[in-house]
């Protein structure tokens, strides 16, 4: 194994809007810990933005994490954390172990960490993802892919986050639980009632200056990916498409003339093209793969779309929403507190049928079509980077005190 290394320096990508709420003298030293801090997933992204923020408000931050795709800072330490990224059955163990370790010896000041991936006391816990409360939304299907080796891998990554969390979302070893959707929220006091007292709900931000409408990069993308300016570009954003529905994105746009589908993100891209296939919509359907600048497709779209099972915040909504893009999606944790039904898009049960009939109604009235998108982009500059940062900021500064 390669030795520990600390690296000093290093800071995030994108730009985090300031209050200045905080005086920067006043803050004390933070060490974060999560698997990955970057900007590809809402998770890693909300990190990066988290650590600039609280970088820019005159903090030291000590970051110990597998990957940091950060740039330099004078005032940015990274502890890597070695070992595999994968499988999870490995991974996640492997880090607990080891990234424990490194965090009882690199700490400083207060402990933040990522879900339950070490079982050192922390101040604070963000939830992105409560495994042990799948209870109460039925079955959620998260396998990347269809067989019996990856139903396997995906029942025992399950198992072992559950486990993870029932010794970590404990009176003893959390100060605080944050969750990042009031849904989350009353989810995690479902679940873990003797915390109840102690979560917190601290919303993820949106970029509105990344994310916003553009004529002429709408007008580019477009002809990039043969998408004739007459016809309704439906986007689809995300991994786990089985969870998020793209097979019912897939058969809705297949019903509706004048229709094409936008594809961002990773997944099972054969099957994917087998079922655009059969629903008859092969040639209007683009898999673009994940992308580093998804703002482009935003920009290209005319509709956002996520028929998705389960969600605890969506930053893909809150994107498209800040793209001035109207919002097809089923009623989801996080998605229900930006979408207001006939507004700025429309809540659909997930189900091809009921997502068409608003895609063919999008295509006949574009007044309508630009009147919600305009409200989504309203919406969505409630929700800044920088509100977030200073909501953690004082969370800290509420321990701090207690303590």
Not at 174 to 189: F, P
């Amino acid at each position: 194994m390669a030795p520990v290394g600390v690296s000093e320096g290093h800071a995030l990508v994108g730009d985090v809007p300031l209050s200045g709420a905080v005086p920067a003298q006043e803050l004390f030293p933070i060490t974060i810990v999560a698997h990955d801090v970057g900007p590809m997933g809402g998770m890693e992204q909300q990190l990066s933005q988290l650590v600039t923020g609280l970088l820019a408000r005159g903090a030291s931050v000590t970051v110990v994490s597998r990957t940091c795709e950060l740039q330099p800072h004078p005032r940015l330490r990274w502890v890597r954390v070695p070992g595999p990224a994968r499988p999870f059955t490995l991974a996640y163990p492997w880090f607990a172990i080891v990234g424990s370790l490194l965090v009882r010896r690199h700490r400083r000041g207060v402990l933040h960490t990522t879900g339950a991936i070490v079982v050192n006391h922390a101040d604070v816990c963000t939830v992105h993802f409560c495994h042990c409360g799948r209870r109460w939304n039925g079955r959620l299907d998260r396998r990347s892919r269809r067989g019996a080796l990856y139903a396997l891998n995906a029942a025992s990554s399950a198992a072992l986050a559950r486990i993870g969390e029932r010794l970590s979302y404990r009176p003893a070893r959390v100060g605080r639980l944050v969750a990042v959707s009031r849904g989350l929220g009353a989810e995690l006091k479902r679940t873990f009632p003797a915390l109840a007292e102690r979560i917190a709900v601290i919303p993820n931000g949106v970029d509105t200056t990344r994310f916003r409408p553009d004529a002429a990069r709408r007008h580019e993308v477009r002809n990039e990916i043969g998408v004739p300016e007459t016809d309704l570009l439906a986007l689809f954003v995300g991994s786990e498409w089985e969870g998020k529905g793209l097979g019912v994105a897939l058969e809705a746009v297949g019903s509706v003339d004048g229709c094409q589908l936008a594809v961002v993100g990773a997944g099972d891209v054969p099957r994917y093209v087998a079922l655009a296939r059969d629903a008859g919509v092969e040639g209007r359907v683009h898999f673009l793969g994940e992308r580093r600048v998804p703002e482009r497709y935003h920009a290209a779209a005319d509709v956002f779309v996520l028929p998705s099972a389960y969600e605890t915040f969506s930053l893909v909504a809150y994107e498209a929403a800040a793209a001035g893009l109207p919002l097809l999606a089923t009623r989801v944790h996080g998605v229900d507190e930006l979408l207001v039904d006939g507004e700025n898009g429309w809540f659909v049960d997930r189900d091809a049928d009921a997502l068409a009939a608003r895609l063919a109604r999008l295509r006949d009235h574009p007044d309508q079509r630009r009147s919600l998108g305009n409200a989504a982009r309203a919406a969505s500059e409630r929700y800044s980077w920088g509100r977030m940062v200073d909501a953690y900021v004082e969370l800290y500064r509420e321990l701090a005190d207690a303590a």
